[in-house]
């Protein structure tokens, strides 16, 4: 129900997915009076679709400016709450929602609970980088104010999710968000999580400056929400005007746009290398459960590449590595010689 | 002497920018028998010019990678140490220096002192926007921990800066950096920050996010210099991934490359309008003088854009401006009814 355009978006989204992706199975949570027809509309046809989604209908809806703490005490049978109850009673493997991201974050964490030493949720984010590749960026904003640990657990989630998602058989690099070496390097907390990182089994590779975000040379970068939301609005605004620039230079006279015509292609190709569509679909972890949040402006092939990173996700048990991952580093803790203990109990 | 090119760079723009500028007169603080063969070299037959500038022997220079602590207690004969001393010294309006950031700052407040009030010098910056105006953001690196009292003491400084860069009439918008409505609304700092900037004589207009600082909705972004330094990285390294990008796809194939050799007008002004070159030379602002950091990179165009900054902000009495800004908060302050006074002495 949630995001800028509802299940205008949301639902042609489900159907391409589902008929790309044949081991999926979706649950539909929302007022199943407007999704009906949508669905129907949708489906055309194909009516085989049918039998690998199903309906569930919540009275309810998160409005996009909600505050949290009303979306979670007033409405108890919003789609976004009884989505996540059916990750939490196993009905499904992952929840995916383009709706208000403090509420989806507050529900979580009340319906599913933290996994146990993780603290603090956080949001994780794959962009794009020069080597092709993705970089996962996390937190993007649930998390102000961080301690040490709260950055060494994000890295911890960080790598799991990495693993979960691309497949990988070495360990993903991680590296620690800060600034200049010239400048005052970085404040203590920064200095402490790097610490902890360091001592750890993580595969850490030291600091990243923003500009390693699209360097391609770390698999996974960790900072604090305020820092990494600035950071990804940043990107957002600075890849906006770039792009109306380049439309501006092509549309500023006959030639120019004749210009524009005959390299369509090649800046066709540009823009799918940059597209923010291909990469849309936050993870939410530290949870018990996985889930994943869209942009809310969404379009229909965005909203598609955010559930298949949430089916992705769960079909590569995300939960499993970063419980793994925790079991780790508590045996660590155990061991006398280990440091590791602090990092989990702070 | 500073820079990855030093006075392969500098002289050569230093004779550009004293042709193009009939008022100007250089000091060039260096090692005498390194600047005069490249002096010479660069000034070809137009001995003319020589009469507008000097060259100040220094026999030392800061290293890039030195510590600032080092280059402070140990070099006291260094180019850079000169060069702020003869703006201390009234010899010179402004200095410029591509060299080591943490020095500068250090030799610069130790030897010129802080403006009263201020506690703490920050780098500003002013950034391209959609607007085809600039946005100036600051801080971009000089202080990591900071304190509402600063932010809102970057306000002011910013405010100042952009009235004596851009003759303006009207005062210049003043918007406070923070993260998405969504999410948890900043943090302490940041809420406390704004409640000062709101009560004060600034044309402050309320929060921005990230995307903001591109968008051209305000003229001075202030932030801590963490955020700021990872903003100003994270614009960097995403600028260089898209030109990369386009790059690549115009050179993929022998058609493209025709394309590539058509479009070349239109590229080539699309470039021009991000070229970091143009933007080069950021303010060290707070010191009792006038101090410009060039990027050290910066090639001969970029340096040049960063003594025409300089001798813009000394031309226009950025520092009259900034003291005249703190009298008035400083006058506000004495009124019993006005509730800036702990601002000022936080």
Redesign the interface.
């Known amino acids: 129900m949630g995001g800028d355009h509802g299940i205008a978006v949301t639902i042609p989204a489900c159907v391409s997915f589902l008929r790309s992706e044949s081991g999926a199975y979706l649950l539909l949570v929302g007022r199943q009076a407007d999704i009906e027809p949508a669905l129907s509309a949708a489906l055309g046809g194909g009516d085989s679709l049918r039998q690998r989604l199903e309906i569930v209908d919540a009275p309810e809806v998160v409005e ?2 909600e505050a949290p703490a009303s979306a979670l005490r007033g409405k108890r049978r919003s789609s976004m709450r009884l989505a996540i109850e059916a990750v939490r009673d196993a009905r499904a493997d992952a929840c995916l929602s383009a709706g ?3 509420a989806l ?1 507050a529900i979580s964490r009340f319906v599913l609970k933290m996994l146990p030493d993780i603290e603090r949720p956080a949001i994780a984010f794959q962009l ?3 080597s092709g590749g993705t970089t996962t960026m996390l937190d993007l ?5 961080c301690e040490p640990g709260h950055l060494f657990q994000f890295g911890l989630m960080g790598s799991a999710l990495v693993t979960a998602l691309e497949h990988r058989e070495s360990p993903p690099t991680v590296a620690l ?1 800060n ?6 390097k ?2 203590d907390t920064v200095k402490q999580a790097g610490a902890l990182l360091r001592e750890s089994s993580l595969n850490y590779i030291g600091y990243a ?7 391609g040379n770390c698999d996974v970068i960790v ?1 604090d ?3 990494g ?14 792009g ?3 439309r501006e ?2 549309s ?1 006279n006959w030639i ?1 746009k004749l ?2 015509l ?2 369509a ?3 066709r ?2 823009k799918r ?2 597209d923010p569509d291909r990469y849309n679909g936050a993870a939410l972890v530290g949870l018990r459960g996985v889930v994943f949040k869209s942009h809310g402006s969404a379009s229909l092939a965005a909203f598609e590449a955010a559930l298949r990173r949430a089916y992705d996700a769960a079909d590569n048990r995300l939960l499993d590595r970063i419980r793994a991952s925790l079991d780790q580093v508590r045996a660590n803790s155990n061991d006398p010689a280990g440091s590791s203990s602090v990092v989990l109990s702070s």
């Open positions: 996009m400016d208000n991201t403090g974050m794009p980088n020069r904003g649930a998390n102000v104010d968000l600034i200049g070496e010239e400048l005052i970085g404040n400056e923003g500009d390693d975000i699209y360097a900072c929400g305020f820092v939301n600035v950071a990804l609005k940043t990107s957002e605004g600075l890849a906006q005007m770039m109306a620039f380049i230079e092509f500023r120019s210009m524009a005959a390299a292609p090649v800046l190709r540009f290398r940059v």
